[in-house]
């Protein structure tokens, strides 16, 4: 089986780009009056976080939405989206892994991500050259875990899915992935993934 993979594809946040210092999130839960786990349910998982995931709508109108869920003031979204997110960082441990597939495999990037996603990763790092093809589900109108953006990456790529080693920290999309006939690795911490995908590459 190693031998008919041909591309290595990565979700982005909660794999390479992680929450190290929670705190951060903490005080700004506390902030908007409730806790950190509710709050985030809100930020990720709303409609309204589905929709800007989608494109349909603009960060600064989710962050709205966020801020009208909790009956907080609209005008200080912008603080409040950089404190939340002030805590996250690139796994540097991960990048290098993934330098290490480059000379064999495609790298795919595929992501549930916002409008400004591609801006804000080309200012703030510079691991997107590192990907042969990037795709943030804002850009194409399409998310994770529905079967069409994986085929899109799929063709962009140009492989079959049973070619590709998808993944992912959420398991909805691990098994959106795996229904479609990639080979799925649920990411639950850096050497077990590491290690998932090893065992499917035989490195």
């Known amino acids: 089986m190693a031998h008919d993979i041909k591309a290595v594809i990565f979700d982005m946040g909660g794999v390479i780009l992680r929450t190290r210092d929670f705190g951060f ?5 506390r902030r908007l009056g409730t806790t950190r786990k509710e709050m985030e349910q809100v930020v ?23 801020l009208r869920h909790f009956e907080q003031p609209q005008e200080d979204y912008r603080q409040i989206y950089r404190d939340f997110f002030a805590g996250d960082e690139i796994d540097l441990e991960m990048i290098t892994y993934i330098q290490t597939l480059k000379p064999k495999y495609q790298l795919g990037l595929l992501s549930n991500a916002w ?8 200012v703030m790092h510079s691991y997107l ?27 962009q790529l140009g492989i079959q899915p049973h070619q590709a080693v998808f993944v992912d920290d959420f398991p909805e999309n691990i098994a959106g992935a795996a229904a479609l006939g ?7 911490e850096r050497d077990q993934a590491l290690a998932n995908i090893n065992a499917l590459l035989k490195n």
Do not use: C, Y
């Not at 999130?25 to 839960?29: N, S």
């Not at 990720?44 to 800007?52: E, G, H, P």
């Not at 590192?130 to 194409?140: G, M, N, R």
């Open 25 to 29: 999130r903490e005080a700004v839960a």
């Open 44 to 66: 990720f998982l709303s409609s309204s976080a589905k929709q800007t995931e989608m494109g349909k709508i603009s960060d600064e109108q989710h962050w709205q939405n966020v």
């Open 115 to 122: 409008k400004n996603a591609r801006e804000t990763i080309t």
């Open 129 to 155: 050259h590192l990907f042969d093809v990037s795709i943030f589900s804002a850009e194409v109108g399409l998310r994770k875990p529905d079967a069409p953006i994986f085929q899109l990456i799929l063709n």
């Open 182 to 188: 990639l080979h799925a690795v649920h990411f639950q």
